[in-house]
């Protein structure tokens, strides 16, 4: 009996085949997604950028100054903004010059 060959072995080989191909793929499937979802909060975080820039425009074209606040524009010119996710630096540095407007996604 001990002269006799399993199929065993080349079972195992066939398994273990499989389980690298497997893991190989789910792994580029896995970094796919990831550069996925950094590019999609990228491209959320600039057309917020974008939103906040069109709205102090809009207010600078109405009124003739650009708005001292980020709270302004969100009471005057419906802008809403997730600040539990999204943190917002807006400074304004004459009434008469664009703000200087920065959105940059929270850590957490």
Do not use: W
């Amino acid at each position: 009996m001990r002269n006799r060959k399993t199929p065993f072995i080349p079972l195992l080989r066939g398994l273990l085949g499989s389980f690298t191909l497997f893991v190989l793929t789910l792994s580029l499937v896995m970094t796919g997604l990831a550069h996925t979802v950094r590019t999609v909060d990228t491209e959320i975080e600039h057309s917020l950028e974008d939103g906040i820039r069109r709205a102090a425009v809009s207010c600078y074209a109405l009124e003739g100054a650009y708005p001292e606040s980020l709270a302004y524009l969100k009471e005057h010119y419906d802008l809403s903004v997730n600040e539990d996710i999204y943190a917002v630096h807006y400074a304004v540095f004459a009434s008469n010059i664009m703000p200087e407007i920065t959105v940059i996604k929270r850590q957490g």
